[in-house]
């Protein structure tokens, strides 16, 4: 290569500019860390900043960006985690335009290029469109210990000797090649690439691959060979779906709502807590204190009750499953099989990852809707997840009650949800202008997970519930105490008196609880729960009013996620549309379950 | 030895390199490109049905019909035979 002379002086010339460690700035450095989607940058991002960023195994998880700071030599920098781009050029996704903006827009003084080492060859063709950019670069060849289990070699000194940029090898959940990447963040450079050989970038990044990385195929696991295949071949794949889903209801329903909420709810708030706080309370001479905090409508008896005895025990197994199916990689093969059904409703099978996603949460998920091609398709998923999606603390209250009901009241009302989300999901593809793009998408490998990512993801998860749910649960709480003195809640029932119990056929008192569940739907769902335990409410009427209630949209977060991602006017229809849709179902259905004398 | 083949035309097993991707106004090449499928990629078709799955250089790729069609491949004569040999000859 008669170039590389002239490379290495420059990259000497560069050095001797970088190197100093400290250095004037006006404000910290800022490093990109980019890359194609699924290579790491997440789990780098930690390990650099020590800040969390949620890390899974399927492309998509950073949807927008994550900054965090950091120490690097002694220099304070700004470290910016993006969404995974796969090229700068071209049709993008809305979480890809996010990374292209940062860059495009000088938002970052140094990039790291993050890549699978297995991939070499589409990581070089962003490489080679990074370098047109004009910013010093590295490139971390992460994943090395998978890559050589393949079979894959890639010489790092040549790589780095053709780029003239630091070339650094990682294995970054363990932490390998850590110091090595912070040492070589000073000599980042510009490197050379298409453009200065003069060629288009897909045949440079081909040639460059070729020339410094060998492969010999060697058999993989013959074990993860086949599950590999059975998990994506609908005559397997569907089987090992069904036992997926019963073995995640054997947790999430039964240990978690049944065996763990009994424990908690009966055990350590029935008999130590609330006695416990009751009695401290009776020392205050004021009945109104009393009552609010533990009273009918009491801070401690119900709303932290409901938080931590009802709510936490189901969403923190359900937290842990679903952290093990991410980290696996099976979700992404879900799309396989599901792609004709989400055809069907103006989408691909790409959105079954925003739909499962929202069985943790809907809020969530509403914006990974950003990985989906067109605006159309984002909408229809939007209204989807809002619609009929249960994120995990409602799914804690459905399988608490249904479960205790009977397996055919579980069905019914997953059965009358799903058909809801057919019809929705059919007709907006019909109704709504535009168009639905087609289905691609990239299986990441299955994997073993980590038990230290699923174990901080799940701590994490749950400190997120805990911040975001308990002080909501408390305001609720508040809130219909308030009501209640105030005489509203009575009014309010007697109002709400025509649909509640004329329509939906529940008792008057549901009322309160579906004011409470517009707030959080969880929120109701758990005030259900507890009036089902009291059986007030029948096995029918349980199915009626938890329907309404997972139609309704989720939580006040919710919507104001939709009305961000989507603006005020999307927003408010899709709030108006599910309210009736959800109310209309639930008629239907309590006519239906009366006309054929259904009592479960 | 037979022209290029979309990759649709392939059985399960088959293997060979991408000779070029359609371009149109669909922006199919263009995403296809984007996970590596271009002209000079190896290329080895592992499912047909419910979609199409194939691997790309090291990485598995799923694809409905219309952007399968558009892959056109020149398949290798010795990785022609019936899955089941294929299987025996790679180990």
Not at chain 1, 166 to 194: C, K, N, S
Not at chain 1, 319 to 347: K, N, Q, T
Not at chain 1, 491 to 505: F, H
Request: aromatic residues 6%.
């Amino acid at each position: 290569m008669p170039c590389s002379g002239a490379g290495v002086c420059d990259r000497t010339r560069l050095r001797a500019d970088v190197a100093p460690l400290l250095q004037l700035r006006a404000r910290p450095l800022r490093i990109a860390l980019v890359g194609n989607p699924n290579v790491g940058k997440s789990v780098l991002f930690q390990r650099l900043t020590g800040k969390y960023a949620t890390v899974s195994n399927y492309p998509g998880t950073t949807v927008a960006l994550t900054k965090s700071r950091a120490v690097i030599g002694a220099e304070v920098c700004d470290v910016v985690d993006t969404p995974g781009i796969n090229l700068l050029e071209g049709p993008l996704t809305e979480d890809e335009r996010v990374t292209r903006e940062v860059l495009g827009q000088g938002g970052a003084d140094l990039v790291v290029q993050v890549c699978d080492a297995r991939n070499l060859r589409r990581a070089l063709m962003l490489t080679s469109q990074l370098a047109d950019l004009g910013l010093p670069m590295v490139l971390v060849l992460n994943m090395t210990d998978e890559a050589r289990l393949r079979g894959v070699a890639v010489d790092a000194a040549q790589l780095s000797e053709r780029l003239h940029i630091p070339v650094v090898e990682t294995v970054a959940p363990e932490g390998r090649g850590l110091p090595e990447l912070r040492a070589a963040l000073p000599l980042a450079a510009r490197p050379r690439a298409a453009h200065a050989c003069g060629i288009e970038h897909g045949a440079w990044a081909g040639t460059m691959a070729s020339q410094v990385r060998r492969i010999q195929p060697v058999p993989t696991g013959r074990f993860q060979e086949w599950l590999g295949r059975a998990v994506r071949q609908p005559l397997t794949g569907i089987p090992i779906l069904a036992i997926v889903l019963y073995l995640t209801y054997l947790i999430v329903g039964v240990f978690g709502a049944q065996t763990l909420v009994g424990l908690l709810e009966d055990g350590l708030f029935g008999q130590y807590l609330n006695p416990v706080a009751v009695a401290l309370v009776s020392a205050i001479p004021f009945t109104f204190v009393r009552e609010f905090l533990t009273g009918e409508y009491g801070l401690v008896t119900m709303g932290l009750t409901y938080a931590f005895a009802i709510v936490l025990p189901v969403v923190a197994t359900f937290f842990l499953v679903f952290g093990f199916l991410e980290d696996s990689g099976y979700i992404p093969r879900l799309a396989v099989f599901s792609d004709r059904l989400f055809r069907a409703m103006g989408l691909n099978g790409k959105a079954v990852l925003p739909m499962v996603l929202g069985l943790g949460c809907d809020t969530m998920a509403t914006m990974t809707t950003r990985i989906l091609g067109t605006p159309k398709e984002r909408v229809i998923a939007i209204t989807l997840l809002a619609l009929g999606v249960p994120c995990s603390a409602q799914l804690a209250a459905i399988m608490g009650i249904l479960g205790g009901i009977s397996f055919s009241a579980l069905l019914t009302l997953f059965g009358v949800v799903l058909s809801q989300m057919l019809i929705v999901g059919f007709l907006a593809a019909r109704a709504l202008p535009g168009d639905r793009s087609e289905f691609i998408l990239e299986l990441p490998p299955l994997r073993l997970p980590r038990l230290s990512n699923l174990v901080t993801k799940t701590v994490v998860r749950i400190r997120w519930y805990l911040g975001e749910a308990v002080p909501l649960f408390l305001i609720g709480t508040a809130l219909l105490f308030v009501l209640d003195r105030a005489g509203a809640l009575a009014a309010l029932i007697q109002m709400a008196r025509p649909v509640v119990t004329g329509a939906l056929g529940l008792p008057s008192e549901t009322a309160p609880v579906f004011v409470m569940g517009f707030l959080r739907r969880d929120y109701g769902a758990a005030g259900l729960f507890s009036m089902a335990e009291s059986g007030a409410l029948s096995g029918a009427q349980a199915v009626v009013a938890l329907t309404v209630m997972t139609l309704f949209v989720p939580c006040v977060a919710n919507l104001l996620m939709i009305i961000r991602e989507r603006g005020a006017r999307t927003g408010l229809a899709i709030l108006a549309a599910v309210t009736v849709i959800a109310l209309g179902a639930g008629t239907a259905l309590n006519f239906g379950l009366k006309l054929l004398q259904v009592t479960f | 030895m037979q022209g290029p083949l979309p990759l649709t035309a392939l059985r399960p097993a088959a293997a060979g390199r991408v000779v070029r991707v359609v371009r149109d106004l669909t922006g199919r090449s263009e995403r296809l490109a984007a996970l590596g499928v271009t002209a000079g990629a190896s290329i080895r078709l592992l499912q047909r049905f419910p979609v199409f799955v194939f691997e790309c250089d090291q990485t598995e790729i799923a694809v409905e019909g219309a952007m399968a069609a558009a892959i056109l491949v020149e398949v290798d004569e010795d990785v022609r035979p019936r899955p089941s040999t294929v299987f025996r000859r790679r180990r």
